[in-house]
């Protein structure tokens, strides 16, 4: 498809490319009111957080030093169920950051139809420079900051960025001891021997295939054959990219964040390690050619998911993307400018909160099991998956066609009326 626009000459467009993710989400939620009759206050309400927790976390290291770091726990809103949402440790943690993502949390669990409300935590932390067992205590101390507001009914943190099954092992393990009791339901993304769910893991990446096939299909072609290239190749990503080619696509191209690898007739996505069973092991496989992964967004595919961080389709670069359709696998990828220049190109993009949705739709599965104390097979896990996420696909798709938005807007639309209308239906108290 050829390149229309001139978006990078649009000084507006380019002040956007470095907004934070509260920026794009209160942007994204004032777009997505203007198309509801929703009441302004519900949505002023909405462009705030409930709660914003900030908590100190002294961790001891392994020399006997002592270290103290911020952690945050940012709780959007709980109007549908308890806050749920990733812990993140990562240096660049910021209140803001974690209010933005709950605050798409939210809309992630109203466009799925679960029974949760959105949050997101963490803390400013570069996980690397801790050992396994700093690891551990900054854990523990943490989940002991954060006691009085998680917990099973009230709000159910999950793995982000630089945290672990195991890091919720702990979490789990040091709420259960002050609780008194094992509580698995506090946290999910846990391993299945503490209550985990069986394809918890691979789910995120398993929504974007499903989402992916189902989107080639509506614009009226067959996945056989339909060329892909994913950036990124670990949960999110190889677990696209395997899926995908199983189901006949030919995943031409896939990156890790040393760049990546293209062969024209379609790689073998199970012979590539993925960033869990080898890290940043992409470019060691064997292909006819390399690419950079500026260079692999701008591929002539006819589908690019990018699956890696948060901020790479950007205005500058969005009038040269080649592909047909835009299947977002990470959060946030796109930014507002880039948005409005895909728009214009008529470039279809499917929005993370439905593409990559699998993750938060198999922790519910989880804490189902959790709360019953019944553990579901991966068959059962796998066709609640596959009906919940065509169910959502179906009433996003409902909105698309109905209005004249895009898809992102289509989801939000979905999104923020179940919100909007729990809150009009419960009111405001006092
Ligand atoms: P991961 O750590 O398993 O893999 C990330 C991959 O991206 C690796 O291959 C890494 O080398 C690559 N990468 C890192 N920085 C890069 C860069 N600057 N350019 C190109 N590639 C880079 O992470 P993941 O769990 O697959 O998450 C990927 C994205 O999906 C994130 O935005 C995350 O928030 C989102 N997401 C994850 C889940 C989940 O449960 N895992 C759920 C929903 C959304």
Known sequence: MASTSTANDDPERESEESESALETARRQLRRAATLLDVDENIVERLAH????????????????????????????????????????????????????????????????????????????????????????????????????????????????????????????????????????????????????????????????????????????????????????????????????????????????????????DGLDTHAIPTHDEEPEAVLGHDAPATVTNDELLELDVDVLVPAAVGNVLTAANAGDVSADLVVEGANGPTTSGASEVFAEREIPVVPDILANAGGVTVSYFEWLQDINRRKWSLERVHEELDAEMQSAWRRVREEFEARDVTWREAAYVVALSRVAEAHATRGLWP
């Open 49 to 264: 957080p409930k709660a914003v927790h900030e908590v100190t976390v002294p961790v001891e290291r392994d020399d006997g030093t002592v270290d103290v770091f911020t952690g945050y726990r940012a709780q959007h809103d709980s109007v549908r169920g308890p806050f749920k949402g990733g812990l993140r440790y990562h240096p660049d943690v910021t209140r803001d950051e974690c209010v933005g993502l709950g605050m798409w949390m939210t809309w992630k669990c109203a466009v799925m139809d679960l029974p949760f409300g959105g949050a997101k935590g963490g803390v400013a932390v570069d996980p690397k420079s801790l050992s396994d067992a700093e690891t551990e205590r900054l854990t523990r101390r943490f989940a002991g900051e954060l006691r009085d507001v998680i917990g099973p009914n009230t709000d159910i943190p999950a793995p982000d960025m630089g945290t672990t099954p195991q890091t919720m092992a702990w979490l789990m393990d040091a709420y259960s001891m002050q609780e008194g009791e094992t509580t698995p339901g506090v946290v999910t993304g846990k391993p299945p021997v503490v209550g985990g769910s069986e394809g918890r893991d691979a789910a995120p990446g398993r929504s974007v295939a499903l989402v992916t096939r189902e989107a080639v299909e509506y614009y009226g072609d067959d996945l056989a054959g339909t060329t892909v290239a994913i950036q990124g190749f670990g949960s999110v990503g190889a677990n696209a990219a395997r899926l995908l080619d199983d189901w006949g696509a030919d995943v031409v191209a896939v990156s890790d964040v040393n760049g990546g690898i293209y062969d024209s």
